[in-house]
T-cell receptor, first 114, second 114 residues
Framework: GNSVTQMEGPVTLSEEAFLTINCTYT??????LFWYVQYPGEGLQLLLK?????DKGSNKGFEATYRKETTSFHLEKGSVQVSDSAVYFC?????????????FGTGTQLKVEL | DSGVTQTPKHLITATGQRVTLRCSPR?????VYWYQQSLDQGLQFLIQ???????AKGNILERFSAQQFPDLHSELNLSSLELGDSALYFC?????????????FGPGTRLTVL
């Protein structure tokens, strides 16, 4: 079945540091890939997505490129802010039965300090 | 605000009881998904409905059931509750059935079983 392996946290960075959160996946077919962010006490918000190989998703300074050859979708940001502190989830969407579902990684907690 | 609403926000109940969680999808969305988030299992897909019909099923216990009504809102029924059912339950919606579509998440219902 489909699976997502995500970098263990927590990750602690200083403001303006470079961020990378690694994500690799195993899937059959041609999944779509997503990064969601969860702030404390809130639901999941879509951060970015990519639906085919070599697509780059980007939003709010975050980027991730769908790499089929390495089955990866690493999240990057050039300069993090304190407000980026949250839990980040990598997910893939694939067909299952007559529908579809998201398969999530375990989440990576990011803490950004001044 | 994703446009997906869930009620109630919090539920505290006792073992053996039955509860109903409610979800209203974004306007126009036909697909509704239910996910469970717990510390030990992470984010797990439970079930998907599309325009009133069940389309995909995940690791949903037999004690749990769901339905989607003609107005497209959905309910998740949890019965014979056990301590291990304590978790955050998310509803998500998307406009179609395609796996490339973004799923938009509600704020969740936090269930505590005592």
């Amino acid at each position: 079945g489909n699976s997502v392996t995500q970098m263990e946290g927590p990750v602690t960075l200083s403001e303006e540091a470079f961020l990378t959160i690694n994500c690799t996946y195993t899937a059959t077919g041609y999944p779509s890939l997503f990064w969601y962010v969860q702030y404390p006490g809130e639901g999941l918000q879509l951060l970015l997505k990519a639906t085919k190989a070599d697509d780059k998703g980007s939003n709010k300074g975050f980027e991730a490129t769908y790499r089929k050859e390495t089955t990866s979708f690493h999240l990057e940001k050039g300069s993090v802010q304190v407000s980026d502190s949250a839990v980040y989830f990598c997910a893939l969407s694939g067909v299952t039965g007559g529908g579809n579902k998201l398969t999530f990684g375990t989440g990576t907690q990011l803490k950004v300090e001044l | 605000d994703s446009g997906v609403t869930q009620t109630p926000k919090h539920l505290i109940t006792a073992t053996g009881q039955r509860v109903t969680l409610r979800c209203s999808p974004r306007s126009g969305d036909l697909s509704v998904y239910w996910y469970q988030q717990s510390l030990d299992q992470g984010l797990q897909f439970l079930i998907q409905y599309y325009n009133g019909e069940e389309r995909a099923k995940g690791n949903i216990l037999e004690r749990f059931s769901a339905q989607q009504f003609p107005d497209l809102h959905s309910e998740l029924n949890l019965s014979s509750l056990e301590l291990g059912d304590s978790a955050l339950y998310f509803c998500a919606s998307s406009d179609r059935l395609a796996h490339i579509d973004t799923q938009y998440f509600g704020p969740g219902t936090r269930l505590t079983v005592l």
